[in-house]
């Protein structure tokens, strides 16, 4: 094996990981490998996304779409022409009617009816849009978050976050331009495919920032190495790596040498960036947010932090909503763990002057049945009808988006599929979805792929 071939095998195994990830991807941008941005279609009124995944399936029918109906009918078994063709992850469609597990109440100057578990969202509810008429074409975790975040239920798309970075480029030379966080009990289904960039070049695929200790592996230097000691140690590897090129003329020692300066940069930037501590008392309380403590409200302090210093995509995936029994148990601490937190994003980023040009968007995968699984105390995965919200970015605060029928079973007015809201989101960012292609096996593709129409009416 000669030289050049260990350096290639080094290169990999170090740059695939922690900082060398996201080095490699800031210095690829640089040298050229990437493409440049996009020309936009239309004037945007969105600059950066933070997405709040809730990984898993939040039941819409106990937070946001009450049916008074499905309460009266509660230990029934439901008609059986809604069930034609009904296609079930685990339980016999067949399954008796569950009522909502907890009140609704009204909240904010609309009146917005919401789940009584969602107090802090109530408070900001005049500034959201909700969304109670999504659909998805998955009924398993796994395919219905790639669907959601990749525009496909494939493995090996790009990321909505990867297309984000790839159409507008980052604001940023210190940080990756696309971020994510990852809380709850477990990572997303999907995996690492969630925020991958597909078959995009690597500069825009999400770098995932732990929450405890470093941000990224191997950030830190070691015990007895100071700033001045890495200083000089790279400035002298890279007066080596400089005169190996110049005999190789292997253009992989030049990435070597900007992917050690993004890393030292990056050691400036991001521990300050990392450290919530600094943070006025009254914002750690807004949040619910404890330093040193990893939880969703400081991945969402951290998200604002983030869009603040020119990240444009920022994801928060919290795995926890699947909630098959222990339905009410479980989603009242879901709701405590998230709720307070993504309604402080909202409110911080709109006093900062940050929400107008941040679109803000809540959901998971797919809904839950109104059939109850688990006995008395779950519900199953649906993806006929379900709910999102969205905010700030364009989007119509206040806007109530579609009805479903009196059991929350189906759709009966305006319809919204994922590719309908990805290529709403595409258009807020300035971009016509049939427009933002990436050639690839012989022909364009798009993270719409061949649907997708814009909600006009979310748009302010």
């Not at 300035?430 to 979310?458: A, C, E, I, M, W």
């Amino acid at each position: 094996m000669t030289a050049k071939e260990i350096t290639r095998r080094w290169f990999f195994e170090q740059c695939g990981v922690g900082v060398g990830a996201a080095a490699l991807a800031h210095l690829l941008c640089e040298a050229g490998y990437a493409a440049e941005t996009q020309p936009l279609q239309y004037p945007p009124k969105a600059k950066r996304v933070i997405f709040l995944f809730m990984a898993g399936a939040p039941s819409h029918l106990e937070l946001f779409d009450y049916k008074p109906q499905l309460a009266k009918f509660d230990g029934t078994l439901p008609p059986p022409e809604l069930l034609k063709g009904y296609r079930a992850a685990f339980i016999n469609p067949n399954s008796k009617l569950l009522g909502p597990k907890f009140k609704f109440r009204r909240y904010g100057k609309s009146q917005t009816e919401m789940g009584e578990l969602l107090p802090f969202t109530g408070e900001i509810v005049d500034d959201i849009a909700i969304v109670k008429s999504m659909v998805t074409d998955a009924f398993n975790h796994a395919p219905g978050q790639l669907l959601m975040n990749t525009g496909t239920m494939q493995f090996g798309r790009p990321s909505m976050g990867a297309w984000t970075l790839y159409g507008l480029g980052s604001e940023t030379k210190d940080l990756p331009g696309f971020v994510v966080f990852s809380s709850g009990v477990k990572g997303p289904s999907g995996g690492d495919s969630c925020w991958g960039s597909g078959f995009l070049p690597t500069v825009y695929q999400g770098v995932q920032f732990r929450t405890g200790g470093d941000p990224v592996l191997y950030l830190s230097n070691p015990p007895g190495v100071d700033q001045q000691v890495q200083r000089d140690t790279l400035d002298a590897v890279g007066r080596l790596n400089r005169m190996r090129a110049g005999a190789t003329g292997d253009p992989e020692i030049a990435t070597r040498i900007n992917s050690f300066e993004m890393a030292f940069r990056m050691q400036g930037v991001a521990p300050e960036l990392m450290d919530i501590g600094k943070e006025p008392k009254e914002t750690l309380e807004m949040y619910g947010a404890e330093p040193g403590k990893a939880s969703f409200a400081n991945n969402c302090l951290l998200a604002r932090r983030l869009v603040e210093k020119g990240v444009r995509f920022v994801q928060l995936y919290h795995e926890a909503w699947d909630q098959h029994s222990n339905l009410v148990k479980d989603l009242a601490r879901n709701c405590r763990d998230t709720d307070r937190a993504a309604a402080a994003l909202v409110k911080d980023l709109k006093r900062r002057g940050l929400l107008d040009e941040t679109l803000v968007v809540w959901g998971g995968e797919f809904g839950r049945t109104p059939m109850v699984q688990g006995g008395s105390d779950g519900r199953d995965h649906h993806p006929n009808a379900f709910a999102m919200w969205l905010a700030g970015g364009g989007i119509r605060a206040g806007a109530r988006i579609g009805e479903t029928d009196d059991l929350g079973f189906n759709v009966t007015r305006d319809q919204v599929h994922v590719h309908d809201l990805h290529a709403t989101m595409l258009k807020l960012l300035g971009f016509d979805h049939t427009r933002l292609t990436y050639k690839f096996q012989g022909r364009p593709f798009r993270l719409t792929d061949v649907h997708g129409n814009v909600v006009d009416s979310l748009i302010a």
